[in-house]
């Protein structure tokens, strides 16, 4: 029982320092993105 329980802690942190580490920084939004001002600065009601 507790051998299966450190395997499983072993796997799961093996996994999430994989994730981690394969991350990127955005440092700017993309050109195509939306800031949420423009997003709510939209009409709501058809003309």
């Given at each position: ?34 800031t ?6 939209q ?5």
């Open positions: 029982m507790k051998r299966k329980l450190a395997i499983g802690c072993l796997l799961a942190a093996t996994t999430a320092t994989g994730a981690l580490a394969a991350t990127t920084v955005l440092t700017a939004a993309p050109t195509e993105s939306w949420v001002t423009n997003y709510y600065k009409a709501v009601y058809d003309p």
